[in-house]
C-alpha cells in the first residue's frame, strides 16, 4: 500500500489488499477490477446515504454513532497481531460490542500523525461500515464468491472474498473521514 498520511488505504490500494486475500488466486482476471470498483463503490454510496442523517456541523463521533445503536465500545489494552494481520478493532454484533485494541491504534496513530483519540474515532467508523453489512447491506464478501476446493479438476463449495468487505469498509471510511475529524487534528 502506499505510504500516504491517510489512515486508510485509497481506492488505488484495493488491488493488493484484493491480492492479499487468500482466494484471490481464484478470481477470473476479467472480474478483478469489476470487484474493486462494485465494492469501492458500495462503500461510496453507503457513506453518502448515512451522512444525510446527521447534522454535519460537529465532528462525528462514532461511539456516540454506536452506542445510538446500542453498542459498548470496550477497551482492551493490547497490540493485537493474528498471523500477518494487525486488528485495530473487533466488532461482535451479537453482543453489540466493538473492542478496541489501545495498542494497535496507539502506533497506528502515531504513524498516521493522529491523536489517540482521533485515530480510536476513525477505527470506529470503519467498524460502523462491517456493522452495516451485518444489518442492512449483506456481507459485501458474500457477493461474489469462489469454489473452497479443487479436487481432480472439480470445483467444490463455494465461499466469499473476505477482502471486498475491507474495501468497501475502506470507501465508506475515505467518504466520511473529513466528517469524523476531531477538533485540533
Known amino acids: 500500500m502506499t505510504d500516504r ?3 486508510f488505504p485509497s481506492r488505488e490500494d484495493a488491488l493488493l489488499i484484493l491480492q492479499r486475500d487468500y482466494c484471490y488466486h481464484k478470481i477470473p482476471e ?3 477490477q469489476p470487484l474493486i470498483e462494485m465494492s469501492w463503490q458500495l462503500g461510496v454510496d453507503t457513506a453518502r446515504n448515512f451522512l444525510k442523517k446527521f447534522p454535519l456541523s460537529e465532528p462525528l ?3 456516540v454513532v454506536l452506542a445510538g445503536e446500542g453498542f459498548a465500545v470496550k477497551t482492551e489494552d493490547k497490540d493485537y497481531v493474528s498471523g500477518r494481520i494487525r486488528y485495530f478493532a473487533e466488532i461482535q454484533p451479537g453482543a453489540k460490542v466493538v473492542t478496541v ?3 494497535s491504534v496507539q502506533m497506528w496513530a502515531k ?4 491523536s489517540y483519540q482521533q485515530a ?3 477505527i470506529l467508523m470503519h467498524e460502523y461500515f462491517h456493522y452495516l453489512e451485518m444489518t ?3 456481507m459485501v464478501s458474500k457477493r461474489y464468491q469462489v469454489y ?3 479436487i481432480f479438476g472439480r470445483e467444490i463449495g463455494k465461499t466469499g472474498i473476505a477482502a471486498l468487505s475491507e474495501i468497501a469498509a475502506n470507501g465508506f471510511a475515505m467518504t466520511i473521514f473529513p466528517y469524523a475529524l476531531l477538533e485540533g487534528e
Open 30 to 32: 476479467q472480474d478483478v
Open 5 to 7: 498520511n491517510y489512515p
Open 120 to 122: 480510536r474515532n476513525l
Open 61 to 63: 463521533k462514532f461511539d
Open 148 to 150: 473452497m476446493l479443487k
Open 136 to 138: 442492512e447491506l449483506g
Open 111 to 114: 504513524k498516521n500523525g493522529y
Open 101 to 103: 485494541y489501545k495498542q
